[in-house]
């Protein structure tokens, strides 16, 4: 049995404490937040757990397998690292820290105590997401032209990190688990409106192959849109994680170049085939991350979401700011 | 009485000589177009027009007032020209030209021989952007904070222009006509992977205003995508053009900062109000755009679609290609 | 050659004179309609077209081979009669006649005079209900619990027939082409809010088989819905006709009886899998109609839509109408 | 406070205990079911309640103030009738009773112990649904012509209760709710194509004034439909119940007839305005029915949705059986 101290009640931890709690193998001892009126909403839904406002309990107590970091980005680093002091393994909502040396620094304090982190790349245990591993790796899809992300809604601003590490911040972990390549580099513009953190930003990634990626993240949009383009040589797959029953559709859509006798005698075709909407599996995507997290812990397995995938993220996230702060100027990673 | 000549009848043509025809004052003489089955298709359909596959049978003919210019771009100066050179009134399929000096030069021409252009815009005569530069210029909503297009879908290559100037210079066009500012630098980023023309681009425009303008165009989307968002301070608004029955939808949503004593004490509010569908006029673009274009020409009004405007947009298209030839580096205008 | 003239050009005339004046094989020598605003839209678009107001100008034109009556349904009879009576073949809008007796007779003249009559069911000529058919056919639905059909919109109010004979006429021609099992009984009601007319309606049809199927139609729906659902014990297939892309969904979904051991150890399983949408031939309907009229009478062939097809409706919507007046009560047929 | 007893943890009951146990003045002292493993799940989640197989311990526990009965159906009127002769207060799953006379001895029970019935009429806890009754009720939609339902989907089959009962009784009561007007008559007709019980049923709701409802309920669909529309003189509403954004849509669309000098001189005029989507409140509907039952408990209220609206609808539910069984024939209510 792990059990686990969770920190932060607020809009995320309450999906933690109840996907843990429902896991086989995993117990929820403690939760802790500086709010009261979390903190009470915490303690009238699970009553036979203990709350505390003082993160201390839950480093100090002996019980405690194991951490979830649960709170805003900018502590993510000192929680974790304090966790990983006091022998606890970490669980730690993405992005895993705002800085790639703060990243690096507790990825080491890990191995030097042996001990795991799992950083919270929920989308990766989506049946989506993994569906999509399978088109990708199967060769369905064939070599891939573009990757063309937008995630935008009316959304909650942060005020310690901008709308591409709360939004972007997915869809680079959902791109770096598809795709088995890395970026050469990225370009990245983005506005501020309201509270001095950019709320609206495009970012596109460049390759070494002919792939280009894109991604469009906003908190100021009126409608919710969260959809995926991937087009490929031989298939075409959009994602709409919107769509309740048909979240990812295959398209039997091509164009071929079938002569090449000079520029002037090329033959463009164009193939409008079937659509194809394979089933997905429904699970919510916590509770098997949940399971996974148990999994890893018991069998002393490296996560894929572990502290080293944390940290890639984070790195394009860096290189994302520092982008934006240059006027889109192109990034090398 | 216009009388019309119209020189290509291929994919557009079809629709420009179907609507002048309808148009009262205007009449369609002549068309012409060097494949024999298109010109076939135009006098079976309508069987009192004049067929040819020689372009100076209109530019030489007396009867004709005004040449409709319907073919490939890299041949609208050409012809465009010679067309004003013999005296006729131009009529020119988007975009004006390929590059700004010939723009100018057909501007100047024009000028001198007292005659008129119009670049074929078609958008700004929709019901759907006449209704919306009503909402933007009445201040509905507010001041705005961006303007984020995608116009992709299986396109058909072309081998004379990229994706950006067949598809983006539509939107660059109602853009152009919906807001009262012109961008004072671009960055565009795209790929080729067919044919050497990119059929994948991101284009930025940067405001000296707050605003941020992004345009994604595709040729090898699987489904066609039509949609602008435009988010205002006071309102924000939803144009999907695929939507036959709601196409523009207006949303009372936004995000407010309600207290400012220090970044620290920022206080965000979020308005989520109802939305409003407003009927937009249904009447086909093309049909209103082929009337102003005999208004015009019988008044002697310069059009809001003139060489002029035409130009505005070539100039962003070329720097659109330049900042892709840079690999994203931005271009001011 | 066949030479067509055709009476009416309101609503749907513009569309029959422009397919059948494409069409290879035809020629649409004459127009009539009483009303003068008509008239001159058809000459404006079709100058070489003789524009008529005297129906006898066509009937009495030793020139026409066939007469298209596209007028409303109360004068269908009395037109088409007039027509074979000069000789000439007969293309109908649907419903074909007011009456069955009405229809018998037109048969029986057609066939004394040995010319063909073909009723405009434009739908079986789509792509959507061609490719239906195939699926039908061939099995892969497996046996048919249920066809459920829904036609609604803010539709155009006729003071000569009701929305059953309007709407519902074009799925009864439809399901009559598809389910190879005619309906032994109907049930219908409805209710007349505006004009006398019963605008809104639903039907029930009793089949031998433990298939139903139930109509829905309304003129006074704000939205259009165009839906047909058909519930096999193998497949499930939706026909979403206002879905340009996707019109055809076919769901490997269904419940199946695994074990049958007394009611009380009935299991019942579920199968939910995936979904795919077959590409549809996107050819106009109206075009292939054409063309079909024509090859119907050059070989000698007997449409699929002929007299007795257009019959075979006629006697539904008149047990319709029975069932309305008698509150519902059902009809055998 | 109010110590509540749930017996039944399937598939409504999970949502039962976590909305009571997180409302103010209410607790959920003990869950019974006699499936093992649903007991373990809800044990598992709520390890403070008390779990047991045995629905005796809730009768005579002294500590506990009402009994929720969240099993089959035809359990209702058996359990229900144990709590109330225990002196309980009751919440039942809807649908109440099997059967009018069950209900109303339940009824005339609670009236003689002084305990209130609550029957889980859910859907009249919607944002959407007091939305709609304030459209209805405040004028907005004028006299209403039609109410057109249609609930479908791949629905769990009942081996006690048919399509009707388990689907169409969520329609019922919110038309029950809505509309000031009960019907005098309806018919419906069923098929049974898998388990014997009807799983397609169509029903028709005759009025004394000029209303009609119609209603679609089907086990056997590939597809989630949640849809009613409400066809008014002056507005027109639908309301999409999968739309997660858009529940409510409201339609400035209509016909009138504007002269009526004899039935020939009728002119019929169409109205198509703008669409208006008004914020729908998000709030689970469970949560404020728990408040509500609370409420009712503490102050001695008779709640809107008491025995009397359950046994309405039971009624309503029955009359549907004798017509499927009539073949389709009216029944008067």
Chains 1, 2, 3, 4 share one sequence.
């Not at 937040?33 to 839904?45: E, G, S, V």
């Not at 042996?114 to 591993?133: P, S």
């Not at 087009?231 to 295959?250: C, F, Q, R, S």
């Amino acid at each position: 049995m792990i059990n686990i101290g969770v920190i932060g009640y607020g809009y995320w931890g309450p999906n933690i404490v109840r996907n843990f709690n429902a896991t086989e193998g995993a117990k929820i001892l403690s939760v802790c937040d500086r709010n009261r009126q979390a903190l009470a909403r915490a303690c009238k839904t699970h009553p036979h757990i203990r709350g505390t406002s003082d993160c201390n309990d839950i480093f100090n107590s002996s019980e405690v397998d194991a951490v979830a970091v649960i709170t805003p980005a900018s502590t993510h680093y000192e929680l974790a690292k304090r966790a990983l002091q006091n022998g606890k393994h970490v669980f730690v909502e993405k992005p895993f820290t705002t800085s790639a040396p703060q990243a690096e620094e507790l990825i080491e304090l890990a191995a030097k105590k042996n001990l795991n982190i799992m950083v919270d790349h929920t989308f990766i245990f989506t049946g989506a997401v993994r569906k999509i591993k399978q088109c990708v790796d199967n060769g369905m899809l064939g070599d891939i032209y573009y990757y063309d992300s937008t995630r935008v809604n009316l959304g909650l601003f942060h005020d310690d990190v901008n709308v591409v590490w709360d939004l972007a911040s997915h869809d680079f972990s959902i791109m770096d688990y598809l795709i088995n390549e890395e970026p050469g580099a990225l370009a990245a513009c983005g506005k501020a409106h309201i509270n001095g953190m950019e709320d609206t930003a495009y970012i596109t990634f460049y390759f070494s192959s002919n792939m280009i990626a894109h991604f469009n993240v906003n908190w100021l949009s009126p409608v919710k849109v969260r959809t995926t383009f991937i087009g490929g040589e031989n298939k075409m797959l959009v994602w709409d994680d919107t769509n309740a029953d048909e979240k990812l559709k295959i398209y039997d859509k091509g164009v071929a170049v079938t002569n090449k006798e000079g520029l002037y005698d090329l033959l463009i075709s164009y193939r409008s085939g079937d659509m194809w909407a394979p089933r997905v599996e429904q699970t919510e995507a916590l509770r098997l991350e949940s399971e996974y997290f148990v999994d890893c812990l018991r069998d002393g397995k490296t996560p894929v979401n572990d502290g080293c995938a944390g940290l890639r993220i984070v790195k394009l996230l860096e290189a994302c700011d520092e982008s934006i702060r240059s006027n889109g100027h192109m990034v090398t990673l």
